[in-house]
């Protein structure tokens, strides 16, 4: 059975003192919760959050982190350091940092390799541009993003991996996918999955959907077949929004 996964993805937003003012509001407001809560934080934050979240059902995440345990590379956070705070997940190959930051499949496949290796879940990002959707590509990008970032990764840990999907077209633009659409997207990732890993994986990875979910659609969202949460950015930020959210 796939419990859901909501994770807020805060991006470059919150001070320390507005992090932990944001859980001390919604820890008790969540906790009858049956889906998994999430929160990605800047790094500066994790500290601060991971001791505001103790004794709580919240779990933290980093938004980015370097494949290296440790080098010279100015700017850069490993996995390491991140196991160090406590951090459950790492969002990996966010399509802001595949666009800003020069991700590649390559790189993401490498860092969802040190993640799993440091007991770092991912949170894996896929999804296609409004170019390419318009032009009937949307599966054929999506896959392939979904086959490269698996890439030598062996059947027994990924489960531990969660899929992102998100059209680049519908984050922070008030578009979504419908939820049809988005279902049928994900339940193609799903096929994906099965081609790589067989059956039984197939059925149990967990696969969210993000773009605009809001209050007013996540329910909706969440009530198709294959989605299995969502990866939220805007709507994640203010903490009663956030609450309703994760008891949709
Ligand atoms: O990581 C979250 C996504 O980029 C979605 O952002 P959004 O909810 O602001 O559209």
Request: aromatic share 8%; glycine share 8%.
């Amino acid at each position: 059975m796939r419990i859901p996964i909501i994770a807020g993805n805060w991006k470059m937003h919150k001070t320390i003192k507005e992090a932990v003012e944001f859980v001390e509001n919604i820890k008790d407001r969540v906790k009858g919760t049956d889906v998994e809560v999430v929160l990605c934080t800047p790094y500066t934050l994790l500290q601060s959050v991971k001791e505001a979240t103790k004794g709580t059902n919240i779990k933290i995440a980093a938004q980015n982190m370097h494949w290296e345990e440790n080098g010279a590379f100015t700017g850069e956070v490993s996995p390491l350091m991140l196991n160090e705070i406590g951090v459950d997940y790492c969002v990996i190959g966010h399509s802001e940092r595949r666009q800003y930051f020069n991700e590649t499949d390559e790189t993401v496949n490498k860092k969802v390799h040190t993640a799993l290796k440091y007991g770092i879940k991912p949170i894996i990002c896929v999804g296609e541009t409004l170019e390419q959707r318009e032009n009937g590509e949307t599966n054929t990008f999506v896959k392939s993003q979904v086959v490269k970032a698996f890439k030598d990764i062996e059947s027994k840990k990924v489960l531990d991996i969660v899929i992102a999907y998100e059209p680049i077209w519908a984050i922070g633009t008030g578009k979504t996918a419908t939820s049809e659409e988005a279902n049928e997207v994900i339940y193609q990732i799903r096929e994906v999955i099965k081609e790589l890993y067989g059956e039984d994986i197939y059925t149990e990875i967990r696969i969210q959907y993000g773009g605009s979910v809001k209050p007013n659609n996540i329910e909706e969202i969440m009530n198709q077949e294959d989605i299995d949460g969502a990866l939220v950015g805007g709507a994640s930020l203010k903490s009663d929004d956030f609450v309703e959210l994760v008891n949709f």
